[in-house]
């Protein structure tokens, strides 16, 4: 794929997480590794107005290139992914309501509540509050990167993913948020959530050849 359709496709998605409702206002923060430059969206910028001209290019020191807006404030945080992760190829960081519920008040999600949650979330890693924007914060990351994580909580902020490809960042990223609202909503009907068993859940990745 070349590089105007793999911007073009991010920009779409950019948007969509807006109109999902997926973050807020100006919040969140998108990007897409093509080669050794990074594509990130701006600081302070409604994703429903996104479009591929306004993509800010990062070199892999988080150095600006191109652009003629501010690159988010997070950029840290995608850059030592990227660093981390040769795999990794696209980010995507937000504040989807229920999952920032589950943020706000440190619990830990039931990721085994449904098949899909299992196969596209599997382990979360669970961050400390550190001021966004920061490399404190971008270093938070680290740990969970080297374990093969790619859903993490981020106590009193959001939720970041990511994958190898655009489609599988913005999937887990809608995924986590589903799963935070079912498990929530067994909540209020007083009933913790009923697991898949982990051994069933063994079975069912070996069955997709992710074990």
């Not at 359709?5 to 093509?34: P, Q």
């Not at 009193?156 to 190898?164: A, L, M, P, R, V």
């Amino acid at each position: 794929m070349q590089k105007q359709e793999i911007l073009t496709k991010l920009a779409k998605y950019v948007r969509l997480t807006w109109d999902r409702s997926l973050t807020e206002s100006t919040g969140g923060n998108m990007s897409v590794r093509i080669g050794d430059k990074v594509y990130i969206t701006p600081t302070f910028f409604v994703k429903h107005f996104f479009t591929i001209n306004d993509f800010v290019i990062l070199n892999l020191n988080g150095e600006k290139i191109e652009g003629k807006l501010d690159p988010s404030s997070e950029y840290r945080m995608h850059i030592r992914i990227y660093n981390e992760r040769d795999d990794v190829k696209s980010i995507f960081h937000a504040h989807p309501k229920w999952a920032t519920i589950y943020s706000i008040t440190h619990k830990k999600i039931p990721t085994r509540v449904l098949p899909e949650t299992i196969f596209m979330l599997g382990e979360i890693e669970y961050i400390p509050y550190c001021m966004p924007g920061t490399d404190e914060f971008a270093d938070a990351f680290t740990e969970g990167l080297k374990k093969g994580r790619n859903a993490f909580m981020l106590f009193n902020h959001g939720i970041t993913t990511c994958g190898e490809s655009i489609e599988w960042a913005f999937s887990r990223l809608e995924t986590f948020e589903t799963c935070c609202y079912v498990s929530a909503m067994a909540g209020m009907f007083n009933q913790e959530p009923n697991q898949i068993s982990e051994k069933e859940a063994n079975k069912f990745l070996k069955k997709l050849g992710m074990k």
